[in-house]
């Protein structure tokens, strides 16, 4: 890889926030999962109309919502069909990467 | 459709490192076909993760109109302004803009011909054309009988004109909305129209009635428009499955006849969807392989059939996700990142993606089914199959808050795309 190209992936790591320059193989890699929140919570999780911001939120208490909308002890629309679907790991990694970026 | 040739150059106020990398020769060649929901994520991903990128993107509609929210235009929830966008915010993220048709493309030396005989190249080609609707499908039915029988499957025009007709009908009218055999774009789509019909005419000609001929037997989320249909809109909708003869094999909009194997029905609105492939351009290319759709790399989405072109959104097959907005513009941002992972010489990895069908049966009235998607190797498939619908039976509360949050999930959207 180019140093060119390097330097642009840097670039790209700080903007999307610090856990993408450090998610190694085979981790969960936050920054990816992060992505398919966007549509509806917004660009970075910045919050999307009705649908609750997520950016700069504390990472305990996102990872806390995910499980429990996983394992059916927070009732919700929509969370209920999406969380089961992602590992504890993942979980982790989604709140690590949402608690990073500046609301 | 005039051609109108506009260039922008980069702002790039985000990225200050990319602006001296944008210079003429200095990245990789990408050539875009399709500014909607696949392409314009594709260009704002691409954009971000890999800012050297020389993007041309060829749009052949002056502004966006989006299928998705358009069945709220024809049920009258709102007017046609909601569901336009102007590409300006998204050819001004750096992008060189050719509007006008691409009428020719060779996937061996990934050149795109222009409808004005411009020739576009690049290193990589991403296509995102949505659909072509197959007319000759349907005996009688073109595209100047789509101006007597709207289609409004692709959003723009024959929006506001099945829109107009619904408007103009006197009350008693008969409206059919034919429906064609899967996969079309947006499985539960038709259904959600019929219900905003119905919606409208109830309030505005209680004496008419609507009419599906469905060449289908079951259909996207079935219990739960069923439901509303049972709450709202008692004896207004008659619905003919494809298993008694539902399917339209015929029509003629001189005399408005709209014709099964068993029946011939005289409609006073007529909305014909017919069956659906890739959009032409794919198709005239062979890049469908003669099925129809797009064969392509799981989690690339390069095509199977010419490296370097990739292809997303509703022309592509993508194992289980439907062919949605949503599945679009999630498509589009992992192959973005699929492709800046290859031109910096890594692999793409494999993601999870999402897909959210919202319908709204009335406008305070949503329902949705959501899956979440692992790409592999061998395919896309859902991780928990089945589990993805709002349960029967929910309370009006529920269906009240998934009114809004689609309609946030709409605004949201389409702002980060095209805002
Ligand atoms: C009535 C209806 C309701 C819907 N509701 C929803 C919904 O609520 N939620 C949802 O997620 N999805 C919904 N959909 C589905 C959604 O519209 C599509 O799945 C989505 O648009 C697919 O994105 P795409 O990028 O593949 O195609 P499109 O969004 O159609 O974009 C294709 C673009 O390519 C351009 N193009 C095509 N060929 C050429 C060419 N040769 N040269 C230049 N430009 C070209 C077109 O002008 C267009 O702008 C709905 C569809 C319909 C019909």
């Not at chain 1, 700080?14 to 981790?27: I, N, R, T, Y």
């Not at chain 2, 009635?209 to 739960?224: E, H, N, P, R, T």
């Not at chain 2, 010489?345 to 959501?370: E, M, Q």
Request: with cysteine; glycine share 12%; aromatic share 8%.
């Amino acid at each position: 890889m180019s140093g060119h190209h390097r330097l642009a992936i840097a670039t790209l790591a700080v903007a999307l926030g610090p856990l993408s320059a450090l998610a190694g193989p085979g981790d969960a890699d936050g920054a990816a999962l992060a992505v398919a929140c966007f549509s509806c919570h917004g660009p970075e999780g910045r919050g999307g109309g009705e649908i609750p911001a997520l950016a700069g939120r504390d990472a305990g208490e996102i990872a806390r919502q995910l499980s429990g909308y996983a394992d059916g002890s927070i009732p919700g629309t929509i969370m209920p069909r999406l969380a089961p679907s992602y590992t504890g790991a993942e979980v982790t990694a989604l709140a690590d990467w949402f608690a990073e970026v500046a609301p | 459709m005039k051609m109108q040739r506009r260039t922008f150059v980069a702002s790039l106020a985000a990225l200050p490192l990319a602006a001296p990398a944008l210079a003429r020769g200095a990245g990789p060649r990408v050539t875009v076909v399709g500014a909607g929901y696949g392409g314009a994520s594709f260009i704002r991903t691409l954009r971000r993760l890999a800012p050297e990128v020389e993007i041309t993107v060829i749009e052949q509609t002056p502004r966006f109109h989006s299928c998705p929210f358009s069945n709220g235009v024809i049920g009258g929830l709102w007017d046609g302004d909601r569901i336009s966008f102007e590409y300006d915010g998204l050819a001004s993220t750096g992008t060189r803009w050719a509007s006008g048709a691409a009428v020719g493309f060779d996937p061996a030396t990934r050149e795109v011909t222009l409808e004005g005989g411009e020739v576009v190249t690049g290193d990589y080609v991403l296509l995102s054309p949505g659909i072509s609707l197959n007319f000759a499908a349907i005996d009688g039915y073109s595209p100047e009988a789509a101006e007597a029988m709207p289609h409004a499957w692709q959003a723009g025009s024959q929006t506001g004109l099945l829109r107009r007709q619904l408007v103009e009908m006197e009350d008693g009218g008969t409206v059919v909305v034919a429906i064609p055999r899967p996969p079309f774009r947006c499985p539960p789509g038709p259904y959600e129209r019929i219900s905003l019909i119905a919606h409208y005419l109830k309030a505005a000609k209680p004496a008419s009635k609507i009419i599906v001929l469905d060449a289908q037997d079951g259909f996207s989320k079935q219990g739960l428009f069923e439901e509303c249909w049972a709450a709202l809109y008692p004896g207004l909708i008659e619905r003919i499955p494809g298993a008694e003869s539902g399917e339209v094999e015929a029509v003629d909009p001189a005399t408005m006849r709209v014709s099964t194997a068993f029946d011939d029905i005289t409609a006073d609105v007529a909305n014909v969807i017919p069956p659906q492939r890739a959009g032409a351009l794919a198709l005239d290319a062979g890049l469908d392989g003669g099925i129809g759709w797009c064969p392509v790399d799981p989690v690339s989405f390069e095509s199977t059939l010419a490296p370097g072109v990739f292809i997303i959104g509703d022309a592509a097959i993508m194992g289980e996700m439907p062919k949605s907005g949503f599945s679009a513009a999630q498509q589009g941002s992992a192959c973005a990142a699929a492709l800046a992972a290859r031109i910096a010489g890594d692999d793409p990895a494999p993601r999870k993606l999402i897909n959210t069908c919202y319908s709204l049966a009335a406008p305070d009235w949503g329902f949705s089914v959501a899956d979440v998607y692992a790409q592999t190797a061998d395919g896309i498939a859902a991780i928990r199959p089945g589990g993805g619908t709002t349960p029967l039976g929910a309370d009006a509360d529920t269906h009240a808050a998934e009114a809004r949050y689609a309609n946030s999930w709409f605004d949201t959207l389409t702002s980060q795309l095209w805002g």
